[in-house]
Nanobody
Framework: QVQLQETGGGSVQAGGSLRLSCAVF????????MGWFRQAPGKEREGVAV???????SYADSVKGRFTISKDHAKGTLYLQMNSLKPDDTAMYYC????????????????????WGQGTQVTVSS
């Protein structure tokens, strides 16, 4: 059974940093597209960052220059380093993974991603 488990969320003041982790259990993610998404109360889930099988990353405009996505195949773990956090970054953060080659555009992974975690809450206070 495939499971994705996010950790690392918490409460932080504006300007602070957090590092999210997403551990994958049940299969190898070496050839996968993986990404981070977030959903604030009353809003749709939105893409934050995605990384494909060769390590190429793309980001939402709202987080460019502040967030960095990376993955460690050996550990089967996806990361999101979040710096210069803002109150607008407050949301539940989810990781997703998909082994299908066509799944990697961030919007495709958001709407059709095969595997999802349960989320970890990030709260940024002003």
């Amino acid at each position: 059974q495939v499971q994705l488990q996010e950790t690392g969320g918490g409460s932080v003041q504006a300007g602070g940093s957090l590092r999210l982790s997403c551990a994958v259990f049940g299969y190898s993610t070496a050839s996968d597209c993986m990404g981070w998404f977030r959903q604030a109360p009353g809003k749709e889930r939105e893409g934050v960052a995605v990384i494909d099988d060769d390590g190429s990353a793309s980001y939402a405009d709202s987080v460019k220059g502040r967030f960095t996505i990376s993955k460690d195949h050996a550990k089967g773990t996806l990361y999101l380093q979040m710096n210069s956090l803002k109150p607008d970054d407050t949301a539940m953060y989810y990781c997703a993974a998909d082994p299908r080659p066509w799944a990697c555009p961030i919007e495709t992974l958001r709407t059709r991603g095969k595997y999802w975690g349960q989320g970890t809450q990030v709260t940024v206070s002003s």
